[in-house]
């Protein structure tokens, strides 16, 4: 299957950590990349192979992976953590096709 | 700094095309494949295909083909995506994304800014 299945939303508290699952067969052999989409704004990359944030993300972002999930956490998270979050990996093709339904983030 | 900076927003009819624009800056055109994602009014993100800005080969997601063209022009830095026979589902905003890989790593590192297509009759 190239679906990635992620839970459609989730909540923490402020200042809380929070971790987002992405579940799908690829991803037992592909990395996830994580991607922070604000409410009109372009998709921001946070988090891409093992555990490997671009310049600029703040480091309470991390990834992990293990079989078939990627998951991304956030350590002490801030009110401007609130937004969408997708994953992304790998279709059957070698294309990076397959997108995650995204988790909206709330944070209380 | 890298930017992609895409063309504006369009309004079109059912059965028209659309070919929206994305111009490239602060590194080598030809050097990272340009993929195109879209995002419906409230749904999630949707790969739709890459270019290869040095070869000019392409891949399109099953869903698209015969019905989307990309293209480039390494002359000006800039990426093409012309989605035919459209309909009122293909309303979206549509963004291009470099992509970068590198072994096991692979992702979309710099996104366009977005444009909303319109399609209602």
């Known amino acids: 299957s190239s679906e990635l299945t992620q839970d459609p939303a989730v909540s923490v508290a402020l200042g809380q950590t929070v971790r987002i699952t992405c579940q799908g067969d690829?991803?037992?052999?592909?990395?996830a990349s994580w991607y922070q989409q604000k409410p009109g704004q372009a998709p921001v990359l946070v988090i891409y192979?093992?555990?490997n944030r671009p310049s600029g993300i703040p480091d309470r972002f991390s990834g992990s992976s293990s079989g078939n999930t990627a998951s991304l956490t956030i350590t002490g998270a801030q009110a401007e953590d609130e937004a969408d979050y997708y994953c992304n990996s790998r279709d059957s093709s070698g294309n990076p096709g397959v997108f995650g339904g995204g988790t909206k983030l709330t944070v209380l | 700094q890298v930017q992609l900076v895409q063309s504006g927003a369009e309004v079109k009819k059912p059965g028209a095309s659309v070919k929206v624009s994305c111009k490239a800056s602060?590194?080598?055109?030809?050097?990272?494949?340009m993929h195109w994602v879209r995002q419906a009014p409230g749904q999630g993100l949707e790969w739709m295909g890459r270019i290869n800005p040095n070869s000019g080969g392409t891949n399109y997601a099953q869903k698209f083909q015969g019905r989307v063209t990309m293209t480039r022009d390494t002359s000006i830095s800039t990426a093409y995506m012309e989605l035919s026979r459209l309909r009122s589902d293909d309303t979206a905003v549509y963004y291009c994304?470099?992509?970068?890989?590198?072994?096991?790593?692979?992702?979309?590192?710099?996104w366009g800014q977005g444009t909303l297509v319109t399609v209602s009759s």
């Open positions: 192979g093992k555990n």
């Open positions: 690829s991803l037992r052999s592909y990395y």
């Open positions: 994304a470099r992509f970068d890989s590198s072994g096991w790593y692979q992702y979309f590192d710099y």
């Open positions: 602060g590194y080598t055109f030809t050097g990272y494949y």
